[in-house]
Antibody, heavy 120, light 108 residues
Framework: EVQLEESGGGLVQPGGSLRLSCAAS????????MTWVRQGPGKGLEWISYISSGGDATYYADSVKGRFTISRDNAEKSLYLQMHSLRAEDTAVYYC?????????????WGRGTLVTVSS | SYELTQPPSVSVSPGQTASITCSGDKLGSKFASWYHQRPGQSPVLVIYQDNRRPSGIPERFSGSNSGNTATLTIRGTQTLDEADYYCQAWDSDTAHVVFGGGTKLTVL
């Protein structure tokens, strides 16, 4: 089955760190560009970060640049998001998503999301 | 930074046509995509490259994009189409993916 499954969310204190993972299955992960999108409680979708299929190119939203790092392990078919200096406004459901095709920048496969709560 | 603007809500009667707009500076020069998201579920791509439908998306979903406005049109709207709809584009100038604020479609 073609799917993405996020993990690693949880409760973290302000200023803390967390690493999210996204496990891919059912498709050639190494051929696809990937992205992270988050959705705060009751809010809309917010793009966070993108990584090329080989991992050599990455982009970040201004709201997380310098605090979050996207990476991938194609051998493990996994995508990661390392988050540092977390703030209350980072509280959200975090989705990983697959780019439709190389350079498309629209996303045809989404995981179910993992909830990150930043609170003391 | 590039912004996409959507109306917060749109209402339509069952069987009628719903139109949801998305506005952005020279949006017509970019590709627009659309997603729907039912409560508690993940987003689903319903339109890409302005007017193309992924496999499995009904023909009653269509899109257009010209000037500063992209439009998602749903013909013969059904109650199961009730969801939040988001437009999205890629801003190559900033290398940012941009989502609109979302439109809640109510079918009643």
């Amino acid at each position: 089955e073609v799917q993405l499954e996020e993990s690693g969310g949880g409760l973290v204190q302000p200023g803390g760190s967390l690493r999210l993972s996204c496990a891919a299955s059912g498709f050639p992960f190494s051929s696809y560009e990937m992205t992270w999108v988050r959705q705060g409680p009751g809010k809309g979708l917010e793009w966070i970060s993108y990584i090329s299929s080989g991992g050599d190119a990455t982009y970040y939203a201004d709201s997380v640049k310098g605090r979050f790092t996207i990476s991938r392990d194609n051998a493990e078919k996994s995508l990661y998001l390392q988050m540092h200096s977390l703030r209350a406004e980072d509280t959200a459901v975090y989705y990983c998503a697959r780019d439709f095709h190389a350079g498309a920048m629209y996303f045809d496969l989404w995981g179910r999301g993992t909830l990150v709560t930043v609170s003391s | 930074s590039y912004e996409l603007t959507q109306p917060p809500s749109v209402s339509v009667s069952p069987g009628q046509t719903a139109s949801i707009t998305c506005s952005g500076d020279k949006l017509g020069s970019k590709f627009a995509s659309w997603y729907h998201q039912r409560p508690g579920q993940s987003p689903v791509l319903v339109i890409y490259q302005d007017n193309r439908r992924p496999s499995g998306i009904p023909e009653r979903f269509s899109g257009s994009n010209s000037g500063n406005t992209a439009t998602l049109t749903i013909r013969g709207t059904q109650t199961l189409d009730e969801a939040d709809y988001y437009c999205q584009a890629w801003d190559s100038d900033t290398a940012h993916v941009v989502f609109g604020g979302g439109t809640k479609l109510t079918v009643l």
